[in-house]
């Protein structure tokens, strides 16, 4: 192996390590939501907070998160607090399918809550991933085989730049 090629592949290693924070970023992101998923069914986790008419909630509560807000003297001004209680079965109120939920507020029943579907964040998330991981391969095979990480052009004989698409390795 020649010491050209070993310079290329070290000009090429920055751009590997930057996408090998995304990727480890990216994974941990997902496992998190899918993980609070997961719990969100065996039991609803809650951050309750309290404003001059009632009280606030942000729930997991089945796959879904929730923010509620209650209109009650006797919730006003409450101090942030976390609760947790098994999770409920049976059917939710409001739920407009796929995990949506929606209440709207009335004189007669002071609850508003609006709930949004945590595969919502789950599946772009896994697919950035998925992606992440897939250019962090490639450009893994590329530095480790003297080839230019922008078109993959064979670049052990030519120091300087790319002869396919002109990168310059020092500037990666």
């Known amino acids: ?57 942000l729930q997991l509560d089945r796959g879904s998160l929730v923010f509620f807000d209650y209109a009650r003297n006797n919730f006003a001004r409450s101090p942030l607090r976390w609760t947790s209680i098994d999770a409920g079965s049976g059917p939710r109120a409001g739920d407009r ?24 964040a789950i599946v772009p998330l896994a697919l950035a991933d998925l992606l992440c991981i897939c250019t962090w391969r490639r450009l893994r095979h590329r530095a480790a085989h003297g080839l230019c990480a922008r078109c993959g052009y064979d670049v052990r004989a030519s120091p300087g ?3 396919e698409c002109g990168l310059h390795p020092c500037h990666e």
């Open 161 to 163: 730049a790319c002869p």
């Open 1 to 57: 192996m020649s010491q050209n090629n070993r310079d290329d592949r070290w000009r090429l290693k920055p751009r590997v390590r930057r996408t090998t924070w995304a990727v480890g970023l990216l994974t941990v992101a997902t496992v998190l939501v899918t993980v609070l998923a997961g719990v969100s069914f065996v039991r609803r986790d809650s951050l309750v907070w309290g404003h001059d008419d009632g009280s606030y909630t």
């Open 97 to 120: 399918g796929l995990g949506f939920l929606y209440k709207a507020w009335s004189a007669a029943d002071p609850i508003f809550f609006v709930g949004i579907p945590l595969w919502i």
